[in-house]
Structures are given as structure tokens and as C-alpha cells.
């Protein structure tokens, strides 16, 4: 009930009393230095509660008359007295200089000069810390990376790639980072099989903070999706028929992944195709897109049209991209052999 009525006492002073100072509408100490805790009244002095002590020993404290010193005790005070004095008259009594008073002043510990040095020494210290924060940040702190890799396959393995992607894209599940994960390791596996007949290859990463690395992904996605009119994977495929200036054909596979750091690093030369493909593996990639065109056997893509549509890639065989005809200088594939527009050999 005591608690209760301070509570209500202390709301009323809150509110109804607006014009209370803040000095005055919050205080309280509960303990303190020095005194007693089974002191039932309180204390204005320093350290919170005191111990008032005991009516009886108050009494007795007040009722004994003070100790009166005996003649022998004032004479022997007095001689001593006399004999200081005798002493410091013999010996003189210099007075204290200046020099001696500042000499041993008590200094204060709180000078300005301090505060000033105190406050620079932390200045000091917080940028310095800051700033090997920022280092260790930089260096050991988790960031995402975009990884791409496209590679641009020969006519041998084109067939067998476009129908083990087709059915890859039927069976495979991506719901997970662990099913996307396989999925990748699938996709690698298939093309470390064909890694012979690679003829065109182009890697690329980026590592940047998660929201970034989000929109470029799926910018870099629809880029390359972007690249060819019809998706055929989920959709019926138009009719279609393929020239003969297409020649065999190529296939153009690109793989894309979002997340950690990788394990391994990119080669520094387009022909590090083993060193490019390990870089791509990741266990549990946060995002994963597997692209490739022409999807559909009678639609050919020749290096003409390749290096045209992927200017990024670089070739790898001087036996394939853009030649031109030294007789009517048109532009074909270079694995043609021949002119199609004249028929000169190359």
C-alpha cells in the first residue's frame, strides 16, 4: 500500500503539476557508502542511509563528564612547550619562499592541459581503431559475388549437349540452394565430358554487397536471355529451318551463380578452361541460371552470327569466327571452308 500511494503520488506530481522542475520529478537512491542498512530514518547527509545508533548508548555518551588533566600532566605540556620554543628560537624559523610554496603545491590531476592531452590521445585512438576496422572489414568480411561463365561448343557435341540440357531442364529441381547446388555440379560434370570441343570462351565476376549482386544477377540473366527471341524449354518450338550459310553449327551455354565468395579464382588466360570451371563450382549457390541457345536441333548458330551475338567470348581455334572473302570480300563462318556467296575456297 506504501508503494501504491508514492506510485500515485509520483503521477500526480508528473502530470497535474506541469510546472515542477525535472530536478525535482525524478531522484531516489536506494544504498549507499558507509552506512547501515537497519537504520529506520533517513539521512541528509552524504552516502545515503546512516546508522543513527542506539538511545542507550547516546545517553551515555552525553552523561559522562569530559577527563580533567592532573597538575603533573599540564606542568610536563608546559615544559615541553617551552623547551620547542627555546629549540626553534635557537635554530631560527626561516620563512617559506614562494619558490617552496609552488614547489610543493599539490597539483590537481584535471588540468585543462590534461583534459586537452586526454581528449586528443582518445581522438587518436578512435580513428585508429576505426580505420583497422575498416581494413579487417575489408579483408575478411563475407561479400557475394556474381560469377559468369559462357562457352561456346563445336558442331561434334552440339546435338548430345542441347538434348542433356533439355532433360536436365525437365528433372532438375532449384528450389533449394542444395538442389541448385546439384544441379551445377550436374551442369559442370556435362561439360568437362565436351571441354574438347569448347571453341569460344568468356568468364567474368563480381563481388559486391547483397542487393547489388542480386540486381546484377538477374540483369546479367536477362541479358542473356535477351539474346534469342524464343524460349523453348517450357513452350512449344516454332518452326523453324536453318540456311546454309549457318553451316553445322555452335552452342552457347552460360552459367551464372550468386552468393559467398568462391573457393577458387579465374585463370588470367582464356585456354585456363580446368581453372575457370572450378572457380564455378559452389556447393549451395543463393542463386543459379544455366542459359544456352540455339535450344532446338534444326536452329544453327554459326561463329559468323556467334561472335556477333557475343562479342565477349574469345575464340579459342582459328578454325572458326568471322573471315572474309578475298574475291568478293563477303563476311562468313569460318567453318564453312568456302565463300557461300562465290564458292572460293578460304
Request: a positive charge; charged letters at 25%.
Amino acid at each position: 500500500m506504501r508503494l501504491a500511494r508514492l506510485a500515485l503520488a509520483f503521477v500526480a506530481l508528473t502530470v497535474l503539476a506541469p510546472e515542477v522542475s525535472l530536478a525535482q520529478s525524478t531522484g531516489g537512491r536506494i544504498g549507499g557508502f558507509g552506512g547501515s542498512s537497519r537504520s529506520s530514518g533517513s539521512s541528509s547527509g552524504f552516502g545515503g542511509f546512516r546508522s543513527s545508533g542506539s538511545s542507550s548508548s547516546r545517553s551515555s555518551r552525553t552523561s559522562t563528564p569530559p577527563r580533567v588533566p592532573t597538575a603533573e600532566e599540564n606542568a610536563a605540556a608546559t615544559a615541553r612547550t617551552r623547551a620547542w620554543n627555546e629549540t626553534h628560537a635557537q635554530h631560527g624559523s626561516p620563512e617559506v619562499t614562494p619558490e617552496e610554496v609552488h614547489a610543493f603545491r599539490r597539483v590537481p590531476h584535471w588540468t585543462t592541459r590534461a583534459i586537452e592531452d586526454g581528449a586528443a590521445v582518445a581522438a587518436v585512438t578512435f580513428f585508429g581503431a576505426l580505420v583497422l576496422y575498416l581494413i579487417l572489414w575489408l579483408i575478411f568480411a563475407k561479400r557475394n559475388e556474381v560469377r559468369r561463365l559462357s562457352l561456346g561448343f563445336g558442331p561434334r557435341s552440339r546435338v548430345e549437349l542441347q538434348e542433356r540440357l533439355r532433360a536436365l531442364s525437365r528433372n532438375a529441381k532449384t528450389a533449394t540452394p542444395l538442389q541448385r547446388g546439384q544441379l551445377l555440379a550436374e551442369v559442370l560434370s556435362l561439360v568437362r565430358a565436351y571441354r574438347e570441343d569448347v571453341r569460344y570462351v568468356a568468364w567474368q565476376t563480381f563481388r559486391t554487397r547483397h542487393a547489388e549482386g542480386t540486381k546484377r544477377f538477374f540483369a546479367m540473366a536477362n541479358d542473356l536471355r535477351a539474346r534469342y527471341r524464343h524460349e523453348t524449354t517450357a513452350r512449344v518450338a516454332p518452326d523453324l529451318t536453318y540456311r546454309a550459310e549457318e553451316g553445322p553449327g555452335l552452342l552457347v551455354i552460360s552459367l551464372l551463380t550468386f552468393g559467398g565468395r568462391g573457393a577458387h579464382a579465374f585463370g588470367k588466360t582464356p585456354h585456363e578452361l580446368d581453372l575457370a570451371l572450378y572457380a564455378m563450382e559452389a556447393r549451395a549457390p543463393e542463386g543459379l541460371e544455366v542459359i544456352w541457345s540455339p535450344s532446338e536441333q534444326a536452329d544453327r548458330l554459326s561463329s559468323a552470327e556467334l561472335e556477333t551475338l557475343y562479342p565477349e567470348l574469345q575464340r579459342l581455334d582459328d578454325r572458326v569466327g568471322r573471315v572474309s572473302c578475298r574475291a568478293c570480300h563477303a563476311v562468313y563462318a569460318a567453318e564453312l571452308g568456302r565463300c557461300p556467296a562465290c564458292g572460293k575456297p578460304r
